[in-house]
């Protein structure tokens, strides 16, 4: 939706605008219409998956649990009535946009100027609904509590605003939850760790508020510019800043705390920890790409191993090994290449909003050419062993990887356009 908006007003306006619309969930008519959510407060939904986390925060018990789960549904019930709602009126909005006559562009700026207005009006009130409902269920949750559980509010308050920012950032590092790291590694909370952790949780909360105000900015700013379309480039390119510069603070007490964390936790859950940190750091980077999927199988393991001639396993298993060292290697100097290019956009962020600027000597470019090199090289060799049959066969049902540098430069964020699943 922001977009068309700005296409409308700047024709060929574009870029890091169009980037920050897409994460902003309203890049198209379908991701507004999938979620009917207003700009930053899209990101603040309280999905189901947060229930486990914020009832362990509070400490909560088996009974109060399960009450937590009958306020969300009220709570989700609420949010898609003023998100239907907030659909409705979008639709009303495009369709007066697409009926507009162009023939007189006098008469056909005012119209949009007023039209602009108008949307911008709606979505104030689609804002205030969805805030509504989130109060609605926070009151009602806290209502449930005794008098030891209340003293822990704001720690589970805290825990809900790092959940946030672990679902959505655009400054490597700064998705990630370090206190939900150091307990999935199996780190126990005590000493110099519980207190680390501690400062950590109170630290990053600070960087995490100042992250979700200019989430929260966008709206005014946004209509603001319906009011004045020109004003737009200078607004959004305010946000656009501040957007990076308050995801660099998350990200930086993030790694702060993981490079203390692991030095705290031991060699072996330090390394989890660390590991853990870069998957959530850089997920296009270090998550598993479609040339693992179609290896897997035939490595130690696999279900297609047994099936190889032991001449075959052992060429398959080199082929591994040497393709996971190569790998490592490509994956160290394509994060830093990414860390190397966001740096740029922290440093002028409103400069690059013609869209991002990556030269082709660059750290990043060159190691996407050497990953993609790597893998066509390690697949060719694949089927080489295994055979043309076997290797069509595994590679069945794979999909390609994302190919787009707006992908591993920002973050990929497809999951906001969709409609979330109903609770279990």
Not at 97 to 121: F, I, L
Not at 291 to 314: S, T, W, Y
Not at 351 to 362: L, N
Not at 387 to 413: C, M, Q, S, V, Y
Request: hydrophobic share 40%; proline share 3%; aromatic share 6%.
């Amino acid at each position: 939706m922001l977009t068309k908006l700005l296409s409308t007003a700047f024709g060929s306006f574009r870029g890091w605008i169009a980037l920050v619309a897409v994460v902003c969930v309203l890049a198209s008519a379908r991701s507004a219409q999938a979620q009917g959510s207003p700009l930053g407060l899209a990101v603040r939904i309280i999905p189901a998956n947060a229930l486990e986390g914020f009832s362990d925060s509070l400490g909560l018990d088996a009974d109060q649990r399960e009450i937590l789960k009958q306020l969300h549904q009220g709570y989700r019930s609420a949010r898609v009535k003023a998100q239907q709602e907030a659909k409705a009126q979008q639709e009303e909005f495009q369709e007066s946009m697409r009926n507009m006559d162009w023939s007189k562009p006098d008469e056909a700026q005012a119209k949009m100027r007023e039209q602009m207005k108008k949307m911008g009006e709606l979505q104030k009130k689609a804002e205030e609904g969805l805030l509504k409902a989130e109060k609605a269920f926070f009151d009602d949750v806290r209502a449930v509590l005794n008098p030891e559980q209340d003293a822990r509010w704001e720690k589970g308050q805290r825990w809900m605003r790092r959940f946030d920012a672990s679902r959505f950032g655009v400054m490597a590092g700064s998705m990630a939850d370090v206190t939900e790291l150091a307990k999935d590694a199996g780190i126990e909370r005590t000493g110099e760790v519980g207190a680390l952790l501690d400062r950590y949780e109170e630290e990053v909360d600070v960087a995490i508020q100042g992250w979700r105000g200019s989430l929260e900015s966008i709206s005014g700013a946004m209509s603001a510019a319906m009011e004045d379309p020109m004003s737009a480039e200078e607004k959004v390119g305010k946000f656009i800043e501040d957007l990076f510069t308050n995801s660099h603070k998350v990200r930086e007490v993030n790694r702060r705390t993981v490079r203390q964390l692991k030095d705290l936790a031991g060699e072996e859950k330090g390394a989890k920890v660390q590991e853990a940190f870069l998957a959530k750091s850089y997920p296009l980077v270090y998550g598993q790409r479609r040339v693992d999927k179609i290896m897997g199988p035939f490595l130690e393991g696999g279900d297609r191993f047994e099936a190889l001639p032991n001449e075959q396993r052992n060429e398959v298993k080199i082929l591994g090994e040497s393709h996971h060292r190569d790998m490592a290697i490509i994956r160290g100097n394509l994060a830093r290449g990414i860390d190397e290019e966001q740096e740029k956009v922290l440093k002028n962020a409103r400069a690059m909003m013609g869209g991002p600027i990556v030269e082709d000597g660059s750290l990043f470019k060159a190691s996407r050419v050497s990953r993609d090199e790597l893998e066509a090289k390690t697949l060719d060799r694949l089927k080489a062993i295994v055979g043309e049959p076997a290797f069509e066969d595994a590679k069945k049902g794979t999909k390609a990887d994302p190919t787009g540098e707006d992908d591993e430069l920002i973050g990929n964020f497809d999951w906001l356009e969709e409609e979330e699943a109903e609770p279990e």
